[in-house]
């Protein structure tokens, strides 16, 4: 019996050894896959933080996190204010987080206190909206030009590639600019039996998007499409059609997948939306500074801006919704 | 003893039970990281396969592999053949495997087999050269423009901002022809005292960019840099200026960072390189696919190219290599 008693407790403490040791083995990459530490936080930074369009970016950084095993947070400028946000990064770099994602909310003002998050050994990636001046490592966000292009595309196949069309956006706002420049140059390039014949400025309002379309549809009797450059304005251009007393109809190419833009893809009053690759820009954000702060990269990150040990620009895409995926669009 | 007996069998059991479930729950990514299956198996396939080029890239897509548990491997075409390669990518479809990376030998012969890929649900990925007419998810290469204004920037640095400079390149050859245009308009747009004198054709070739280089120097006295767009001209220029019998001193600055390059950047002859982030093509190109295979992207991926699941176009971003920090390029 008390052999029997010994034979047992070895098995028990060789079973016990052995999963001790197995734990150790899963400590290195290839055995337990890309992980981190749920102690290591990684936080994103926006402005106007309470906007609907940060829904899907952060929902990005999250799903990184979780595959990561590693803790997110989200902070912002409540305002469109420069200095609260730098305010706001300032304080998170005193937190020693393992990285910051930023959208700025412009390319001048935070360069300062990204480089300062640099310069304390923190790694900052750039999502959305660029600061190039700065030392981050990395911008993730939409080619505007190229997502002009796609609309210009997408409205010619609407209009059998014919006829005139116009364009509302804010004139001034660089990612905004680009975007129209894209659309008028493929329309000029491509279309030749088509013409951009006005670009009004919808001041990012719905009633004034709403009532500029209808002035440019007094003005141009032939009018039969327009590209709107940012959702408010798309839902403002899809009010005008359907208040339109004429009953005329109107191609309608808008941009982002808020829920009021969907809806009206549904209802057939806009006929395709541009879709930014938003949850992209979080979550390969997260990825690339997991990557930084575990120094996984070739070369290794150097805050000197010596080396480039992640790709530096990173286009997220573009998708054109129509009533086809529409249905794929709406937050869950 | 009977009682302590059977309370040791039990102990010994509910550790039993509690090991088997924790490796249950280390099933879910959340809690064992990204990580994928050992007989998943992803194909890297170049062209001229055998290049000292292709090491970096496939050092990335190797080190993905470890990182996330899968399988790599590495096809190409032996000789700079377009119909090989297709070859090559058609018997890697057969093997049916997780996904494939391709350098595209030139932008459209291989779209056909790339297409056929995506039509068999494999993921495709182009990296280095693109084959922008097909429906693979992503590019990752570099911006040769880019790489053109950063080797103006730095040349402008190397002669205090003053002087004459000339371009060996291969012209006719896209990626050449965007390097040569980025350094020349940086000169001219941003260096009023530098002037672009001549852009000769190096034919990729030692010997001629050597005799090239020695005529330029002779035709122009007061050339004082040279910019190599491909790394073979690059050694031809450092000879050329080795064998000077004047003893002339001209800044060289080469592309990518072959040994030979490495080795004249140390003796002084070259005195800087554009590195490109090859290691990061490889690296991110197995990431990519590997989301695309485990179904990790949103939007979902869709064969028909109707979503962008990924990122589009990536920039893998570009390292200004002297002696400073030579020794972190030699192959590892």
Redesign the interface.
Known sequence: ?LL??IL??S??VL??LR?EYSSQVNGS????????DIGETYIMITFQSGLEYWK?PL??FE?AG????VTVEYRGATRYDAKEQTTVIEQAIARKPAGIAISAIDPQSLIPAINKALDADIPVVLFDADAPGSRAYSF?GT?NYRAGVTAADKMAELMAREGEVAVLTLPGQQNHEERTKGFRDTIEQRYPSMKVVEVADGHGDTIVSRDETLRMMKAHPKLAGIFVTEATGGAGAGEAVQNSSEGRSLKIISFDTNKATLDMIKSGTISATI?Q?T??MG??SL?YLFHLHHQ?????PSSSG???P???????????VTS??VD??YAK
């Open positions: 019996m029997v008693y047992l407790i098995a028990f079973y016990v999963f990459w290839e055995d337990r896959g890309l992980r981190g899907s929902k990005g799903d979780d595959a990561l095993g993730l080619d879709a690759g949850w992209n979550y390969w990825q996984l990269t070739v070369p290794a010596e080396n480039a992640l790709p530096v620009t990173v286009d997220t895409g573009i998708s054109v086809v995926n794929d669009y």
